[in-house]
């Protein structure tokens, strides 16, 4: 028998907003060994929001944890690991809107989750266009 997964989950309706930004301002958040993963000479950060979905842990779907938003902000990292390189992201911010997310990913894997609580809409715009929208319930994080 496979070793059983700790988290499963969809990742839909995704909304990425990309900004460039002064490499000095990320260098404190640089993980050991690892160097800014530049585009095309740029810095860039990530605002991206998206709905976990079917959501297991462990395998088990937790009542009221299954389906629920996620906003987070993160930036671009390689490491060289003497062969090739290899990519990755770090998560400067992430937020959810349930609090035992926050415990769990907080104190099991060092993330930087905090909870508000949060709502997303989707509209359809036209024939092929949708807009998505993530905000914190007392104010906007589109």
């Not at 062969?83 to 809107?97: D, L, T, Y």
């Not at 508000?116 to 998505?132: C, K, N, W, Y």
Request: hydrophobic share 45%; proline share 6%.
């Amino acid at each position: 028998m496979g070793k059983r997964k700790f988290l499963e989950a969809l990742w839909n309706n995704l909304l990425m907003l990309n900004y460039e930004v002064d490499p000095a301002i990320l260098t404190p958040y640089l993980p050991p060994s690892t160097e800014l993963d530049l585009w095309q000479g740029k810095a860039l950060v990530s605002m991206v929001g998206f709905m976990f979905n079917d959501t297991k842990v462990i395998g088990i779907k937790w009542p009221f944890h299954i389906n629920f938003e996620e906003v987070n902000l993160r930036f671009y990292v390689k490491h060289f690991d003497g062969n090739e390189w290899k990519r990755g992201a770090v998560f400067i911010s992430e937020i959810v809107p349930k609090g035992i997310i926050v415990l769990i990913a907080n104190n099991l894997y060092k993330e930087h989750y905090r909870v508000l609580p949060m709502r997303h809409s989707q509209i359809p715009v036209g024939a092929d266009h949708t807009e998505f929208s993530y905000v914190e319930a007392k104010g906007s994080l589109e």
